[in-house]
C-alpha cells in the first residue's frame, strides 16, 4: 500500500525558534497533501490544504506566516513553524493524497510530536 | 453546525465481544464518502473501512463492518470479537463531494478500551 513518511517523529525545541516538518509521500506522487494538528485528546483539525507547485490554502484562524508550508515537489511538502511558542506543542500529521480515484484516497503520515520549551 | 458527529467520548468493552461506535454526519452533498481511522497511542491513523455514499451494500473489512443508514446519516463502526489490541480512539471522518482532494472532516473521536 501507499506510504507516506513524516520527519521528524518528534522535535524538542526552544521557544523562538523555527521547526522544519517534512511529510513525504515514498511510493506515490502526491498532488495535494493535507496538514492536520491534533491536540492531546482532541480530533484532527485541519491547518491547510498543500498543492504541488502553488501557494498553501489555509484554514480559518491558522497564521499562514506563521505555518509556512511549501509543496516544492510531487513527493514532499514541509510545514515550517516559525518562532515557535509553547501554545505550538502539539501533534501534527500531514496525508498526501493518492492520485488513483479509489477509496482510500488520503495516507497519512506517522505524526510529528512537537513540544516547544 | 458539525460535519461529524461522535456522542460516545468512551466506551469499554469485553474481549471477544462486538461493539458499535457511533457517528452521525451532516452533508448536502450527493456524493461523499465516509471512513473510520483507529489511532492507538503511538499517534498514527490507521485506516479501518470506507463507505461511499452511492454504496448500497455495508462495508465490511474483517471484524469491521459499517452500518450506513443514508436516510439517518449515521455510519456507526461496528467492531466484532474485540481484541485488547483494538483499545484506541477511533475517528469517523468524511469526504464531502466527487472530488478526492477534497479535505477530510473528522469527528470528535470515541476512546474504545477493551477489558480482558
Known amino acids: 500500500g501507499a506510504v507516506v513518511s513524516q520527519h521528524p517523529s518528534w522535535v524538542i525545541c526552544k521557544s523562538g525558534t523555527s521547526v522544519k516538518i517534512e511529510c513525504r509521500s515514498l511510493?506515490?506522487?502526491?498532488?495535494?497533501m493535507f496538514w492536520y494538528r491534533q491536540f492531546p485528546k482532541q480530533s484532527l483539525m485541519l491547518m491547510a490544504t498543500s498543492n504541488e507547485g502553488s501557494k498553501a490554502t489555509y484554514e480559518q484562524g491558522v497564521e499562514k506566516d506563521k505555518f509556512l508550508i511549501n509543496h516544492a515537489s510531487l513527493t514532499l511538502s514541509t510545514l515550517t513553524v516559525t518562532s515557535a511558542h509553547p501554545e505550538d506543542s502539539s501533534f501534527y500529521i500531514c496525508?498526501?493524497?493518492?492520485?488513483?480515484?479509489?477509496?482510500?484516497?488520503?495516507?497519512f503520515g506517522p505524526g510529528t510530536r512537537l513540544t516547544v520549551t | 453546525a458539525q460535519k461529524i458527529t461522535q456522542t460516545q467520548p468512551g466506551m469499554f468493552v469485553q474481549e471477544k465481544e462486538a461493539v458499535t461506535l457511533d457517528c452521525t454526519y451532516d452533508?448536502?452533498?450527493?456524493?461523499?464518502?465516509l471512513f473510520w481511522y483507529k489511532q492507538p497511542s503511538s499517534g498514527e491513523m490507521i485506516f479501518l473501512i470506507y463507505q461511499g455514499s452511492y454504496d448500497e451494500q455495508n462495508a465490511t473489512e474483517g471484524r469491521y463492518s459499517l452500518n450506513f443508514q443514508k436516510a439517518r446519516k449515521s455510519a456507526n463502526l461496528v467492531i466484532s470479537a474485540s481484541q485488547l489490541g483494538d483499545s484506541a480512539m477511533y475517528f469517523c471522518?468524511?469526504?464531502?463531494?466527487?472530488?478526492?482532494?477534497?479535505?477530510?472532516?473528522f469527528g470528535t473521536g470515541t476512546s474504545l478500551t477493551v477489558i480482558p
Open positions: 511510493d506515490f506522487q502526491a498532488t495535494t
Open positions: 496525508s498526501a493524497r493518492y492520485p488513483a480515484a479509489s477509496s482510500y484516497e488520503q495516507y
Open positions: 452533508t448536502s452533498d450527493q456524493s461523499y464518502g
Open positions: 471522518a468524511m469526504r464531502e463531494g466527487r472530488n478526492t482532494g477534497n479535505q477530510f472532516y
